[in-house]
C-alpha cells in the first residue's frame, strides 16, 4: 500500500521560517519526482518546488530564493525549507509523488498559515 504523509505545517509570523517533510512508503522511492503544490480555497493547485527523480530542482517564481526542496533517498522523504514566509504563503501543501499517469500519489496535505 502506498502512503504519502506530510508534517510540518502550522502557524508562523511574516518572516518566519517552517520546515515540512514528507515521507512516501510502499513505493520506489528513486525513482519518482517529488513536488510540493498548495492550495488556497477556490483557486487550483499550483506546484512551487520539484526535486526530480534525476535530483534537478525547480522552483515557481513565487517562491523562489525564499524555499529549499530537498531529498533523503535513504528515509523515503523529501523536505521543504520555507523562509521568509509571507502572509501568501497562506495555503494547504501538498506532497507529490510522481513517475507516470498510472503512479501518481498524494498526501493528505499540511496546513501552513501565515499571520500577523
Known amino acids: 500500500q502506498v502512503k504519502v504523509v506530510e508534517s510540518g505545517g502550522g502557524f508562523v509570523r511574516p518572516g518566519g521560517s517552517l520546515r515540512l517533510s514528507c515521507t512516501a512508503s510502499?513505493?520506489?522511492?528513486?525513482?519518482?519526482?517529488m513536488g510540493w503544490y498548495r492550495q488556497v480555497p477556490e483557486k487550483q493547485r499550483e506546484l512551487i518546488a520539484q526535486?526530480?527523480?534525476?535530483?534537478?530542482?525547480t522552483y515557481a517564481d513565487s517562491v523562489k530564493g525564499r524555499f529549499t526542496i530537498s531529498r533523503d533517498n535513504y528515509m523515503n522523504t523529501i523536505y521543504l525549507q520555507m523562509d521568509d514566509l509571507k502572509p501568501e504563503d497562506t495555503a494547504l501543501y501538498f506532497c507529490?509523488?510522481?513517475?507516470?499517469?498510472?503512479?501518481?500519489?498524494w498526501g493528505q496535505g499540511t496546513q501552513v498559515t501565515v499571520s500577523s
Open positions: 507529490n509523488a510522481f513517475q507516470s499517469n498510472f503512479n501518481d500519489y
Open positions: 510502499g513505493i520506489h522511492f528513486r525513482g519518482y519526482d
Open positions: 526535486v526530480g527523480r534525476d535530483t534537478v530542482v
